[in-house]
């Protein structure tokens, strides 16, 4: 399954020292992704809009995805926001059996 995400880094981070700790988030969350089988296909800095970062993650399962946002935020590594996310193929296939 493919999910679009959106998050933000903690409030102190962003006027603080955030930019230092991208490593060590970086670290963790690949690490979570690897042990929850997930791929994560991109990630971008989106750094002057209502989002700090925005990607995509593949991912086995909602529950999968759903256990990843849950450990980034109890980290307190910030905020993470996903939708379930579908190519074009698979859209229109949905839109017309609605």
Same mark, same amino acid.
């Given at each position: 399954?493919?999910? =679009?995400?959106? @998050?933000? !880094?903690?409030?102190? &981070?962003?006027?603080?020292?955030?930019? +230092?700790?991208?490593?060590?988030?970086?670290?963790?969350?690949?690490?979570?992704?690897d042990e929850l089988h997930m791929t994560l296909e991109?990630?971008?800095? =989106?750094?002057? @809009?209502? !989002?700090?970062?925005? &990607?995509?993650?593949?991912?086995?399962? +909602?529950?999968?995805?759903?256990?990843?946002?849950?450990?980034?935020?109890?980290?307190?590594?910030?905020?993470?926001n996903s939708n379930v996310a579908f190519d074009r193929?698979?859209?229109?296939?949905?839109?017309?059996?609605?």
């Open positions: 399954m493919k999910f =679009v995400f959106t @998050g933000c !880094f903690p409030p102190e &981070g962003v006027n603080g020292d955030w930019v +230092a700790r991208v490593s060590e988030i970086d670290y963790y969350a690949h690490k979570k992704l991109s990630l971008y800095y =989106v750094l002057g @809009g209502t !989002f700090h970062f925005a &990607g995509a993650i593949d991912a086995p399962s +909602a529950g999968a995805m759903l256990a990843f946002q849950s450990w980034f935020i109890e980290s307190g590594f910030g905020t993470l193929g698979e859209a229109m296939a949905a839109l017309r059996n609605a």
